[in-house]
């Protein structure tokens, strides 16, 4: 039987949906009957159902035989297009996906795809505020609690460690794409086929296979920050893609951010790395030299500027460094790692405080927080995910 710890588990229950979408006698009495016997289940169900509703239920204009056929065309469509790499889904999660789009009328592949992927942001949402790591691959969905450490090898063989120790081991088809995702506050490394290490830090996803083919090396960061240590093979080029711009390796060690709302940068290490832009009217290969940043811009290109790259990969070994750094960035970053926002504005002079040391990500908020009020000689409340910093009284 399948386990249910959160509302997100029965948003990947084919039953689950057809329950809300389809109900009838026979699915009634059993989801009546497992709530029964699992009522610690029951907030979550009325989670799962209430995202359901605002997500499209509530708006659809199509009669029972209409809503029937309209569900069966979505899951023989998700069915055939799972080998297509370019989606890039969450295919357990597809039958909620496909719910989405129940407010339809009339439905053709075009128009498919245009939601899918709309929705694949806020589908990836949930699972970058949940509290679990998410490893999603062709078969199944697996959450971990603690920061995990993913080690692919042979023949589709993975073991992933976790923060305790302990060692799981599982079997990854190789002709899918998988997907690892680092909520809010986590952190984790995965070594891929080929050696090369990456570690993945706070709110991010990765799309990986888990054998590269014979000709090249590819993986995506969706969303989120990398820092990522490339085996040398001059025979299979590696490359990362993201969403503007795409890097080549030439065996290096390098950083990416990629997050939401942030500028996009790429900071290299050692080694050499060429960018090119998506945007068709810039395809010039831009190549950068150890310790420079490249920061992308809106309009495809590239600003290049020399750095001290222990700032922006220090996050990596579990603290965020700093040298005369304006207060304001450094509440940027950790509001960024926590996903928290700050309000500050009733203290003028913290926009011209700096600081200079260490700050440690540490799994308990306060200890992080009250390092900053030292930092900055200030105090904090917090209400849900806003922080309050105000002047320390004396």
């Keep these: 039987m399948q386990e249910y710890s959160k509302y997100t588990d029965f948003l990947k229950d084919r039953q689950f949906i057809r329950w809300q979408l389809l109900p009838d006698d026979a699915l009634n009495k059993y989801w009546q009957d497992f709530i029964k016997h699992h009522p610690e289940s029951e907030k979550e169900i009325q989670r799962a159902i209430t995202f359901l509703k605002n997500e499209g239920l509530n708006k659809c204009s199509l009669n029972e035989t209409g809503r029937a056929l309209l569900f069966d065309k979505i899951q023989t469509t998700i069915q055939k297009r799972r080998k297509v790499k370019h989606l890039r889904l969450f295919w357990y999660s597809a039958a909620a ?11 053709n592949s075009q128009r498919e795809d245009a939601i899918i992927t709309a929705n694949k942001e806020l589908i990836m949402g ?45 079997e990854i088809k ?68 993201t969403s503007n711009f795409n890097v080549r390796v030439y065996g290096t060690k390098f950083n990416i951010s ?37 920061i992308y811009s809106e309009n495809g290109t590239f600003n290049t500027q020399k750095v001290d790259v222990n700032q922006f990969i220090s996050w990596k070994d579990g603290h965020l460094s700093f040298d005369k750094t304006p207060i304001t960035e450094v509440l940027q970053q950790i509001g960024r790692y926590y996903n928290l926002s700050f309000d ?51």
Excluded at 97 to 107: D, E, N
Excluded at 345 to 364: A, F, H
Aim: aromatic residues 8%; hydrophobic residues 35%; negative net charge.
């Design 97 to 107: 996906v496909a719910l989405l789009l129940i407010g339809l009328t009339q439905f």
């Design 126 to 170: 949930e699972f970058l505020n949940s509290e679990d790591i998410q490893l999603i691959t062709s078969e199944e969905s697996i959450s971990f609690q603690n920061d995990i450490d993913v080690k692919l090898g042979k023949e589709g063989k993975a073991e992933i460690m976790q923060k305790n120790k302990e060692v799981q081991k599982i």
């Design 174 to 241: 190789q002709e899918q794409l998988n997907t690892l995702i680092i909520p809010y506050g986590k952190r984790s490394t995965i070594t891929l086929a080929d050696g090369s290490r990456v570690w993945l830090n706070s709110g991010s996803v990765l799309e990986f296979p888990v054998q590269f083919d014979r000709k090249k090396r590819e993986i995506r960061l969706t969303s989120g920050e990398m820092y990522i240590e490339v085996t040398p093979d001059q025979n299979k080029p590696f490359f990362v893609h």
């Design 258 to 294: 990629n997050y939401t709302g942030s500028l996009q940068t790429i900071v290299l290490v050692e080694g050499s790395v060429s960018l090119k832009s998506n945007d068709p009217n810039y395809q010039k290969e831009l190549f950068i030299t150890p310790s420079e940043k490249a």
């Design 344 to 394: 500050y504005e009733q203290d003028v002079n913290l926009q011209k405080r700096t600081c200079s040391g260490k700050i440690y990500l540490s799994d308990n908020l306060d200890n992080v927080m009250t390092t900053i009020g030292l930092l900055s000689s200030t105090a904090y409340s917090r209400v849900d995910n806003q922080i309050f910093i105000t002047h320390k009284p004396l």
